[in-house]
C-alpha cells in the first residue's frame, strides 16, 4: 500500500549528526501515523520516534528524547529524522515505518522500507 525508501545513513563520530529521509509512495501516505524503529545486532527492533499526519504530535523514545527530531513534508511525501549528538549506543539499523494509528509496536505496522545503517564511533 505503502512504499517506503530510508537514505542518509552512514558513519559518524560521537556527538555527530546525521539526517535520515524516508520517501513514501503510494495514496495513503499522508494519512499515516509515520514512525522510524531501530535494530541492532542481537537486539529487537524498537521505537525510536513517531509523527502523526498533522506534523503537531509527536513520540520519543526516552533513549533519544531531546537529541533526535522528527518531521515531516506530507506535499514531498517524506519524513524526517534530525539526529544531534549521536552516542555509540545509536548504532543500528534504522527503519521507516507507516501504520493507520499511533503505536509504538512494530508488528502493528504495515509498510517498512528496506533500512539504512547508522554508525556511531566512539
Known amino acids: 500500500q505503502v512504499q517506503l525508501v530510508e537514505s542518509g545513513g552512514g558513519l559518524v563520530q560521537a556527538g555527530g549528526s546525521l539526517r535520515l529521509s524516508c520517501v513514501g509512495s503510494?495514496?495513503?501516505?499522508?494519512?499515516?501515523?509515520m514512525a522510524w524503529f531501530r535494530q541492532a545486532p542481537g537486539k529487537e527492533r524498537e521505537f525510536v520516534t513517531g509523527?502523526?499526519?498533522?506534523?503537531?504530535?509527536?513520540h520519543y523514545a526516552d533513549s533519544v528524547k531531546g537529541r533526535f527530531t522528527i518531521s515531516r513534508d506530507n506535499a514531498k511525501n517524506t519524513v524526517y529524522l534530525q539526529m544531534n549528538s549521536l552516542k555509540p549506543e545509536d548504532t543500528a539499523v534504522y527503519y521507516c515505518?507507516?501504520?493507520?494509528?499511533?503505536?509504538?509496536?512494530?508488528?502493528?505496522?504495515?509498510?517498512w522500507g528496506q533500512g539504512t545503517q547508522v554508525t556511531v564511533s566512539s
Open positions: 503510494g495514496r495513503t501516505f499522508s494519512s499515516d501515523f
Open positions: 515505518a507507516a501504520t493507520e494509528s499511533i503505536s509504538h509496536y512494530s508488528s502493528d505496522y504495515r509498510s
Open positions: 509523527i502523526t499526519w498533522s506534523g503537531r504530535t509527536m
